[in-house]
Each structure stands twice: as C-alpha cells, then as structure tokens.
Nanobody, 126 residues
C-alpha cells in the first residue's frame, strides 16, 4: 500500500521560498511516476510538476522558472523547491504517485494518479 506524506508548507511573503517534501513508502519497485498538484479554494486541482521514474521532469508553464521538482531515490522522497513565490501560488499542495505507464510520458492529470497525500498548505502574502 502506497503512502505519501507531505511536509514543508507554511506562510511566506511574496518573493520568498519554500521547499516541499513528500515521503513515499510502499512502492513495489522503482517504476513510479510522481507529481505535485495544488488546489486553491473554489478552484479545480491543478498540476504543478511531475517526474518520471527515469528522472525526466515536466513543469507547468505557470510555475516554470520558479519551481523545481526533484526526487531523492535513496530516501524515496519527492521535493518541490518553490522560489519567487507569488500570492497566486497560495493553495493546498498535494503529492501524488502511480506506476509509470510507459518509458516516456510524464502524467500531468489528477486522474493519472491513484495515490495521494493529505496535502500541505502554502500561503503567500503580498
């Protein structure tokens, strides 16, 4: 059973930085794709970034150049480094994981993932 536990959220001023972490357990092998999503009140869950098991990454245009996704394979921990945060980045951030479907595609949709963490709140004030 896959378990995902996020940490690292908090409140920062615009222009600040935060680093989110997602500790994963229960993986049966190394062939898992993982992603970060966020959801603001009254809005749909939005893809932020994702990483394939082979290390390839993909990032949403809204955060490209400010957010970086990475994975520590030894510790089975996913990270999201968020720099130059803006008030519009305020949301609950969720970690997600599922087996990669093939050797090249990096899943960007919530329905591509069956395993989710509880979320960590990020609040950016102006």
């Amino acid at each position: 059973q896959v378990q995902l536990v996020e940490s690292g959220g908090g409140s920062v001023q615009a222009g600040g930085s935060l680093r989110l972490s997602c500790a994963a357990s229960g993986f049966t092998d190394n062939n898992y794709c993982m992603g970060w999503f966020r959801q603001a009140p009254g809005k749909e869950r939005e893809w932020v970034a994702a990483i394939h098991s082979d290390g390839d990454t993909s990032t949403a245009s809204s955060v490209k150049g400010r957010f970086t996704i990475s994975k520590d394979n030894a510790k089975n921990t996913l990270h999201l480094q968020m720099n130059n945060l803006k008030p519009e980045d305020t949301a609950m951030y969720y970690c997600a994981a599922d087996r990669c479907r093939d050797s090249w595609s990096i899943p960007p949709r919530p329905k591509d993932y069956n395993n989710w963490g509880q979320g960590t709140q990020v609040t950016v004030s102006s």
